[in-house]
């Protein structure tokens, strides 16, 4: 079994507990076999895998130190869980948060947009090119949506749930809501931006979540990973290696 699955059926095993003082103890197993687990995953948590594109690995135009590490782990990964949902980052050519978009700005710069300031990056996952794509040995053909974000062109989207003016929704929020699942784990890339923003939108969206940190890898500009796990560990995000999920 699963710790995801072991996690759960603790679950009902808490709720098998206030059972007992109204029925004695063999309400517990009559409760547990009401409910059988699944096998394959739990229904109500799904894996969120952030941005697995070729831009982001090696080779691509902001390639993650070891991003390509995590794919055969995500591939592992994806298999305890029934419900995953992708992530893709999917901007306009000439967007807001691409440097090239300004003369005289170099990537890895700041300039001020007006829902705040905006790190300027390398041309990167434009819409329909090569580094856009999944990378190729990304292999969950049991995902359920592949979610798209950053194609506003005045509006960069480092998270699943939300654009970066903190307002615009991509509609992850009521997708996975509407199929009542409550508990997220957040693998991919880039640990410090959109792992991080994603996971801590899903606080603020109402969900449990964990990010699985051996199943990311982060760009870590001027202390943003640091950064990152610190504001996540304030917002509720708990943080655990893939050992903990893995059968
Ligand atoms: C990302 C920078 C720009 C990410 C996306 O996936 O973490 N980072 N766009
Ligand atoms: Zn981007």
Known sequence: MSDVTRRDSLRLLAGGAAFIGLGGATSISQKLMAQPLDTNGNEKSAL???????????????????????????????????????????????????????????PFETTELYYGTQVLWPDHCVQGSKGAELVKGLDIPHAQLIIRKGFHPNIDSYSGFFEADRETPTGLQNYLKERGITTLYVVGLATDFCVAWTAMDGVT???NVTVI????????LNGSLAAAWKAMSEKGVSRIQSTSVLA
């Open 213 to 220: 940190e051996d199943a990311t890898r982060a760009i870590d």
């Open 205 to 207: 969206s109402g969900f």
């Open 48 to 106: 969120i895998v952030v941005d697995v594109q070729n831009d982001f690995v090696p080779g691509g135009s902001l390639a993650v130190k070891g991003g390509d590490e995590v794919v055969p782990l995500i591939n592992q990964l994806s298999k305890q869980f029934k419900n995953v949902v992708i992530t893709q980052d999917w901007h306009n050519k000439g967007h807001a948060s691409f440097a090239s978009s300004y003369p005289g700005k170099k």
